[in-house]
């Protein structure tokens, strides 16, 4: 029986039975590789004819001390990664590119290195002299941080065996080359490869690494997905050039919890932590306008208020336009049908705009109440109270859905001053909220509860 040959795109991963100088997938030419199988043994057999060694079982109930962490001093940081940095972990930073993630990562790499562990930077995309430039620039000159220049990843594993060092800072894994992959540097093969083996060796050598990715115009980590799977934690740095706040988010985490944020502030002197995000992003919040309405999140395990802001205009198109900064757009879209198939509020003919203030993106359906607020606050022209935040989900059948951690909701936006809350019915308020919360059982209900219509 003939063996089964596989294919795979170096360009988008794409694979196939058959080679072929064109990707069907993405269009790219000359791409296409042929995948070298570990060994070449019968499926029946052990692989490679070799017999493997028994494996140690344990139980469920078997238990194990917790991994120990090492804390940076950044606070932000150490929230991100779960409390700490955890030998033998492999970490992945992915962000547009200026963003920051240098910055960030020198910075960090400064402030282990001021504990007591041995760290090694290494530059696959800038000289030394660049990195000490930066170094300089931020005051961190005198701190005991080994650097290297190098893309050769075999001449990398080699220093590092040699060195040991605690903890290793890659930047960036797309710029790493393995002489043993016929494919040029940047290519999934080689991405895959290097990242693989990267990961093996901290495992082995019970080192942690921090690995720097590039992303797409998607915002996805660029390369194949498998990079994301290979590694314990990945993490996301974003913001908006226009703004000085940047987020640190963890997306995947095996040693915390994901959807954890951290948020920074870029200053002169690099980025320096924020310690209580909704007072910043509430910070040049002027008086009560239409269109601006307080939403209290909740990002991980940290609540979080942001301003949302909405304008409506008539529109001069025939395709009236719908632009979102900071939240999904389909979203968007679901809630002006639901607006106007529940509640009799057409949006027909008008320009929307919505955005999140500060740069800050929003993800959790508890933000749909507060986007309506602001929409129909624009569109009546009508100011919610300043001291009123808003916040539940909103279903296709007009009603409002409440949502987790109610409490915590509550508790941020009283610490920062708010008096008042529009929450839906059946929330879990708690005995002593300690603000005055307005529960909806329904979106028509909270029309024209609050603004006289529907």
């Known amino acids: 029986m003939a063996k089964t040959k596989n294919f795979t795109c170096n360009a988008c991963g794409a694979t196939s039975s058959k080679w072929s100088g064109r990707c069907d997938a993405c269009g790219a030419w000359n791409t296409i590789v042929e995948e070298v199988p570990l060994s070449a043994g019968p499926a029946s057999k052990t692989l490679g004819g070799k017999r493997g060694s028994n494996l140690a079982l344990v139980d469920l109930a078997t238990e194990e001390a917790p991994p120990p962490r090492t804390t940076s001093g950044v606070a932000e940081l150490d929230r991100v990664l779960g409390g700490g940095l955890v030998p033998s972990s492999a970490v992945l930073v992915g962000g547009d590119p200026g963003i920051g993630k240098s910055t960030l990562l020198l910075q960090a790499a ?9 760290v090694v930077y290494v530059s696959g995309e800038e000289a030394t002299a660049q990195v000490r430039m930066r170094a300089q620039r931020l005051g961190l000159e005198k701190a005991p941080v080994k650097l290297a220049c190098e893309t ?120 320096a932590e924020v310690l209580n995000p909704s007072a910043l992003f509430l910070s040049d919040r002027e008086d009560p306008a239409p269109g601006s309405v307080v939403f209290a999140g909740i990002e991980g395990t940290r609540p979080v208020l942001v301003e949302l802001q909405a304008l409506v205009a008539p529109s001069p198109l025939s395709q009236p336009r719908r632009s979102v900064l900071g939240w999904d757009s389909g979203r968007l879209a679901m809630i002006l049908a639901v ?79 708010f008096s008042a809350a529009i929450a839906p019915t059946r929330s879990k308020i708690g005995t002593n909220p300690g603000i005055s919360v307005k529960e909806m059982p329904d979106l028509a209900g909270f029309v024209g509860d609050i603004f006289g219509a529907g």
């Open 110 to 118: 400064a402030q282990f290195a001021n504990r007591g562990l041995k």
């Open 152 to 271: 050769n990843l075999r001449d990398i594993l080699t220093t590092l065996d040699a060195e040991k060092p605690d903890l290793v800072v890659i930047d960036s894994i797309q710029t790493m080359w393995a002489d043993n992959v016929e494919s040029a540097p940047g290519s999934v093969s080689q991405v895959r490869s290097a990242a693989h083996e990267l990961t093996m060796f901290a495992k082995r050598k019970g080192i942690a690494v921090i690995l720097v990715g590039h992303v797409t115009k998607d915002g996805q980590i660029a390369g194949p997905r498998v990079i994301e799977h290979m590694v314990d934690t990945v993490l996301y740095f974003e913001g908006e050039r226009g703004h000085q706040f940047r987020i640190l988010r963890a997306v995947k985490n095996r040693f915390g919890p994901a959807d954890e944020i951290g948020v920074f502030e870029m200053t002169g002197t690099g980025l």
């Open 339 to 417: 607006l106007e198939a529940r509640c009799g509020i057409p949006f027909t003919g008008l320009d929307v705009y919505l955005n999140v203030a500060g740069g800050m993106k929003i993800s959790e359906p508890a933000a749909d109440l507060a986007v309506a607020a602001a929409l129909l606050s624009a569109r009546e022209d009508a100011a919610i109270p300043k001291e009123t935040v808003v916040f539940g989900e909103i279903s296709l059948s007009g009603a409002l859905r409440p949502v987790g951690q109610t409490e915590n909701r509550l508790k941020e936006a009283q610490k920062l001053g």
